[in-house]
């Protein structure tokens, strides 16, 4: 067994021709050294930059702040707190509520539900839509003055708080956002649906299994790498908000999220390192949970 | 996106205004630049008109060439986004900047000029002898005792309600004076099922207009300015007492104050909504827009008196100018040509080809004013101290980032007003010391 396995190895390495080594090498190196450049070089140094006092205009002028910054994040800053809870919020939501309905979808579409062609195109459709322009549209519904508001007959004066109305605002954006949302993954989840064989779903049947039980124990383990895509894009989706509600607001700090925190902070007048300090924190957020959970799912696909 | 909610942004609509405005006057004109402009002539100057659309280029072409026809030196000027150039300022300053360009006084000039990123133009304001003393004196960066920008152009902010409106409650739209005028001329606006005090603050900054000024009436300008720079504080007794005016504005608001911007309320006003609006003045022309017969009845007043001791001294009218980069390929030509928009041939060709702001050079000719005009200059004349608005009477990473939202959970729950203002003191002080 192990001949077997070393002989094709070396073989492959003996291979390897001079121009197929140019092409590997420029195909994983100019990658590697775009990402270093652009991804982690900018990130080491924002991670610096958070340890200092900085106004963003003379490199003369940094100096050391320690943890100055981070505890002026987490200390008497009722904001910080705010943008947490929004996107703790949006992330329960979205993995709990918006992917698996967009999942649900998916897999109702491909059974062939009746006028699933219909579904999917209506469910695609804010897909192919850019999460600013989401906004616009649905900033000129529910605006004073709007749409929506105009059917309700509410004028200016008497137009409903509704992007200001912290009662209601967090599930209205939530909804805004799923509107799109839900349709990305119902895409994802249903190409990944396509190729499960047909077979292992007719066997199970014949044996009895319910729908439910085909759901869960065959497409669902079959479904294992579109499973992990969507759980990481849900997470990274629900982490980075940020167009959306800037461009309903044209502010941070009416519903803040961390992103809208960072720009605050880290760009045009309000500049200074907190700025650098809150990206870190939404970095460390973003990848502490994708790492273990693609760890944890990598072992046990080695096992 | 951004680019359409620039154009409505207050600080397009009045920088565009004042890139269009740039002037003050020396008689002279370049009297003090001669040596300079020689030189200059050699090389072109680079221009950037901050915002404005076309009405701003059509301004800053009438200067511009009137300043080439003087001096033979070429201007080539470019518009820019002015939300995206103040964003990337210190950026921009330190890449290839244009030699000269319309600009904000305060904090924005007094910061970006310690920095270095500015040039001095102390000798331009000195030779620009119809400058009035209080604008030079505004325009001094109070560190280190230079100027970094030549003022042109002002506009107040003030308390502006429709005169047919306070008739018809029975008052007289002239004598809107005390605070017991506002409460009165409030209570019986609500009464009419009307709003009685607009306000739009979702963008965070509108409200800081209404705080300057109940801050300034209730403790006066000095302790205002001294507050925004963090000699006086925050849980003071006597900031809190400026809380409880604001406390009693907030019934007579429109419940929906955080989904508006400044341009609701505008809207609020010219659909006869509301009683008063606390606004700059910049607004007006939408009124004209509309109907002459709006213009015409659009009034504004200074705000009421609060407190004996200070009357109605003070005002938000944040002053804008011209200044040059420090890193430009041609600071001395950027010079002379700042110098020219700030002079009586400059503030002239400006508003010929169709600025309608006020300078604050004794050389701009007001004669043709009308009476919004004129009352707008009578509010800016009632007060003897000038605040810029908080944005920039104060730090940059305090009034956006702090400020404005301390102000936005004050409106929503006053009540909380004692642990809001804790935060806004404990955020304040553990801003680096530079």
Known sequence: ?303 | MSEEKNVLSRRTVLKGAAIGGAGLAAGGALSAGTATSARAAGADIHWTTRGGGDTGDKIAKAVNDAFTAKTGTKVIAQQVNSDDFQNNFAQIMQGSPDDAFGWMAGWRSNHYGEAGLLADVTAQNKALTSLPASAVQAATNPVDKKQYIIPTTYYPWGLHYRKSMVKKIGMNPEKIQHWDDLIKMMTLTKKNGLVAYAMGDKQGWEAMGTFDILNARVNGYKYHIDLLNGRAKWTDAKTKETFKYFAQLIPFMNPNFMDIDWDGCRDLLLQKMCGAMMMGSWFANDFKAKSQADYNDLWVVPFPEINKAHGIDTIDAPLDGISVAAHGKNVEGGKALAQFWGSKEGINAAIGAGDTNIYVSKDFDSSGYDAFGKQKLAVLGSAKNIMFFADRDSRGDFAGPILGPALQSFMKNPKNVNKILENTQAQWEALPKN
């Not at chain 1, 990402?35 to 610096?48: C, D, G, H, S």
């Not at chain 1, 961390?258 to 990848?287: D, E, H, R, T």
């Open chain 1, 1 to 303: 067994m192990k001949t077997t396995v070393t002989i094709p190895k070396n073989r492959n390495r003996r291979s390897l021709s001079k121009t197929d080594r140019f092409t590997l090498t420029a195909f994983v190196g100019i990658p590697s050294l775009l990402q270093i450049i652009l991804l982690w070089i900018p990130a080491v140094v924002t991670v610096i930059l958070s340890f200092t006092y900085w106004n963003g205009i003379n490199i003369k002028d940094i100096h050391w702040a320690g943890i100055q910054n981070y505890k002026n994040i987490f200390v008497n800053n009722p904001i910080f707190y705010q943008a947490l809870k929004n996107n703790g919020i949006w992330l329960a939501f979205f993995l709990l509520v918006a992917t698996p309905l967009g999942v649900l979808l998916a897999y109702q579409i491909d059974r062939g539900i009746k006028g699933h062609a219909f579904f999917e195109s209506i469910y695609y459709l804010p897909v192919v839509l850019s999460l600013a322009v989401i906004g616009i549209i649905w900033n000129f519904m529910f605006q004073p003055g709007g749409f929506v508001q105009g059917i309700m007959g509410r004028d200016l004066a008497h137009a409903l708080s509704i992007w200001g109305n912290p009662s209601i605002n967090t599930w209205v954006i939530l909804g805004v956002a799923s509107w799109r949302h839900i349709g990305y993954i119902m895409l994802l989840y249903l190409s990944g649906l396509k190729s499960v064989d047909p077979a292992l779903k007719e066997a199970a049947a014949i044996d009895g299994a319910t729908e439910w039980e085909i759901f869960r124990k065959i497409i669902l383990p079959t479904m294992q790498p579109v499973n992990i895509i969507i759980l990481v894009i849900t997470l990274i989706e629900s982490l980075r908000a940020f167009d959306l509600v800037y461009i309903i607001y044209g502010s941070p700090t009416v519903f803040p999220l961390l992103n809208l925190l960072v720009f605050q902070n880290f760009a045009g007048q309000g500049i200074s390192m907190k700025g650098a300090a809150y990206a870190v924190i939404l970095l460390l957020l973003c990848i502490i949970p994708i790492i273990t959970y693609l760890r944890v799912v990598f072992k046990e696909d080695l096992k």
